[in-house]
């Protein structure tokens, strides 16, 4: 199972704590450098960034509402569509020879293990479904929306239990992206939307919306990760 770690090259801090925890909890893992949202906008973490600063293959700036991506918002679609782009290009060069039940397992760097944290995913792993693949499991997920998410999304919706499970609920929608894991032919379906034009995780959840991709997450939220909501790339 890979796990891939976000991590800024300036919060050398950052990539201290989570090798220690990561270590504790013996998960092997790959570092990926995240790309610094501020680097498009001369530091100013609330300003729109210019168009010609952008890769339009990726990124729209100005989503659906009318309200322009902030530089830190940018900065997280750039980090984590680029290990969907590394998945994708290291399952061609083996020839895809994965199954669609393999999941890639990405962590930003101030994730908090649960305590048992492999034999608690062993455990929601087994309780996937056997006879069609999931495309993306949250590991971590929150239900604050906001107003902003509710105009490109629509109102809340329920959680419930999947069949027998007692560990992974389905919905119309999650958000967050603290932890989650996502399958090669997932990572595909992705990268094939472009461009982004909504905060990574809200488009992420029209996709699911849309029927592009299908999800599972973990439950309770926190039964993985836990997420202490300073994330910084921007």
Not at 12 to 20: C, G, K, Q, S
Not at 60 to 89: D, F, K, M, Q
Not at 142 to 155: A, N, S, Y
Not at 181 to 198: E, G, M, N, Y
């Amino acid at each position: 199972l890979k796990n891939y770690i976000i991590n800024l090259d300036r919060r050398v801090d950052r990539m201290e704590n989570i090798t220690r925890e990561f270590a504790a909890a013996d998960v092997a893992f790959e570092r990926v450098s995240a790309f610094d949202g501020l680097d498009l906008s001369d530091g100013i973490v609330r300003t729109r960034v210019p168009k010609s600063k952008l890769n339009s293959s990726v990124v729209e700036p100005v989503g659906p509402s009318g309200l322009y991506l902030a530089p830190g918002e940018i900065g997280v679609i750039y980090s984590h569509s680029n290990i969907w782009t590394r998945i994708v290009n290291s399952e061609k060069m083996k020839g895809f020879e994965s199954s669609p039940f393999d999941l890639f397992c990405i962590f930003e760097d101030d994730v908090l293990l649960a305590p048992d944290f492999k034999t608690k995913r062993s455990v929601v792993f087994a309780e996937l479904p056997t006879d069609d693949p999931i495309d993306l499991l949250y590991m971590w997920w929150h239900q604050d929306r906001g107003r902003f998410v509710d105009q490109i999304l629509g109102p809340p919706d329920n959680y419930s239990l999947v069949n027998s499970s007692q560990h992974t609920v389905d919905s119309q929608f999650f958000l967050g992206l603290a932890a989650y894991c996502v399958s090669a032919l997932a990572a595909r379906k992705l990268l094939d939307r472009f461009p982004i034009d909504s905060p990574a995780d809200v488009w992420i959840a029209s996709q699911k919306q849309h029927s592009v991709v299908s999800t599972r997450a973990a439950f309770p939220s926190d039964l993985l990760v836990q997420h202490d909501f300073s994330y910084d790339i921007s």
